[in-house]
């Protein structure tokens, strides 16, 4: 194990429309880590971001078969201090110290904006608190959309066209897509994931409903073309310098698009095929792409690399990748890693004793 039992402090919840998701990974990240013998502490955070100290076993269990949510008066709300000597939980309501026992690091399982776009891992370092997955710089860079593809473009990485639709209405988005790839096309807001807000949009007629989804969620919004592809996914574990990559799995949705309906109803006609059946040569190039993008990004511990391989040219086409991966039943992240031989509780494991080392190094370099 991560050397010995250890204190954990487990995140769940959040600001995004991935809340629901996170409270669902959640459940099977505490599951993982009492196995491995540790000892979690959850702390649910709401949709308005107030952290909350209680007990959240039923809602846990209930995220199992339900998309809930931490309710905004559940618990007593709670926050992180540092007195220049350690970091503590303290009540808001009195000051009072939290009465749990003082973690040793950090698993915030918190998907989209507020926790995986590196506002909480900043808070976390200001606190010098360890914690699970890349850090402040690479997570925001990754959680990003049009940042991750302009770094992929600058690494000369060949993805999908695309175009910032931000600051364009509808007509003015219809002229740039008939000048650079017409339609079918998918609009996403630039910061979420779990398909959350994303549209995929066949008619111009569909376009100013699908721009004002997008922008339900995020003001930046990115427009990509669409392709006939496959949908393929790596699992990534490791450090800044050597990082390990999972055998790869495919999505098979028969109508095209994996939305989050269809990943989180139970209703979904989608398949989930682990390994995928890839070509050696194909596979090798998305490793080294995959590659190439962790070491760019300054990425940390895990993320989950998607791509496309387009049916007519076999070409592999970066897509995005996710530093905060779901870790949900269905969730590709931990079925990729199964496949690998690595089952839940080493996986976490794996991920703490990351976390602990990179902190250590953090220390010595400090000092």
């Excluded at 008939?178 to 807001?189: E, I, L, N, S």
């Excluded at 049916?311 to 969730?331: A, C, D, H, Y």
Aim: proline share 4%; aromatic share 6%.
């Amino acid at each position: 194990m991560a050397g010995g039992s250890l204190n954990v402090l487990l995140l769940a919840g959040g600001p995004s429309g991935e809340h629901p998701v996170s409270l669902r990974s959640a459940r099977a990240v505490r599951e993982s880590l009492l196995a491995a013998g540790h000892a979690v502490t959850v702390l649910g955070v709401t949709g308005s971001g107030a952290w909350k100290a209680g007990d959240f076993d039923d809602l846990l269990e209930r995220a199992a078969t339900e998309l809930v949510n931490v309710d905004e008066q559940a618990g007593r709300a709670v926050s992180l201090a540092w007195d220049g000597t350690r970091s503590r939980l303290l009540y808001l309501d009195d000051g009072s110290s939290v009465d749990i026992a003082r973690p040793d690091l950090v698993f915030p399982v918190l998907h989209g904006p507020g926790g995986e776009d590196g506002s909480l891992q900043g808070l976390l370092d200001c606190n010098h608190l360890p914690y699970v997955g890349s850090g402040c710089a690479a997570s925001a860079l990754c959680m990003d959309k049009l940042l991750t593809k302009q770094l992929a473009a600058a690494a000369g990485i060949a993805q999908v066209q695309f175009f910032d639709a931000s600051g364009l209405d509808a007509d003015e988005t219809a002229a740039r897509l008939d000048q650079a790839f017409g339609y079918p096309c998918f609009v996403k807001p630039a910061n979420l994931g779990s398909s959350v807000g994303i549209s995929r949009v066949a008619l111009g007629d569909d376009l100013q409903a699908a721009l004002d989804e997008a922008r339900r969620w995020d003001q930046r919004v990115i427009v990509e073309q669409g392709t006939d592809a496959r949908e393929i996914e790596l699992a990534m574990l490791g450090d800044w310098s050597q990082v390990a990559i999972s055998p790869p799995g495919e999505i098979v949705s028969p109508g095209g698009f994996y939305d989050f309906e269809q990943k989180y109803s139970g209703s979904s006609d989608t398949t989930l095929l682990v390994p995928a059946d890839l070509e050696d040569d194909t596979l090798a190039e998305m490793e080294d792409i995959a590659r190439r993008f962790w070491s760019a990004a300054g990425c940390h511990g895990l993320c989950r690399a998607d791509f496309f391989v387009e049916k007519s040219t076999q070409r592999v086409l970066f897509n995005e990748v996710n530093t905060m991966p779901g870790f949900t039943p269905i969730s590709m992240y931990p079925r990729l890693w199964a496949e690998a031989g690595i089952q839940s509780a080493e996986l976490v494991d794996s991920l703490l004793r990351i976390a602990l080392e990179r902190a250590e190094l953090s220390s010595a370099t400090r000092a």
